[in-house]
């Protein structure tokens, strides 16, 4: 948390002001990529 305040502080400092900082928890994550002929009829 502490290194979320220190970047939030440093962003404050920032001229453009489109930058965010989100925290996202742990989490596991799968993926599935097809490469040919009607791909979203081959995802199993």
């Known amino acids: 948390m502490d290194d979320l305040i220190k970047a ?11 930058a965010r900082i989100v925290y996202l928890p742990p989490s596991d994550v ?3 990529q097809y490469e040919g002929d009607a791909p979203e009829m081959n995802v199993n």
């Open 8 to 18: 939030d502080e440093k962003l404050k400092k920032l001229t453009d002001r489109n």
């Open 30 to 32: 799968a993926a599935y």
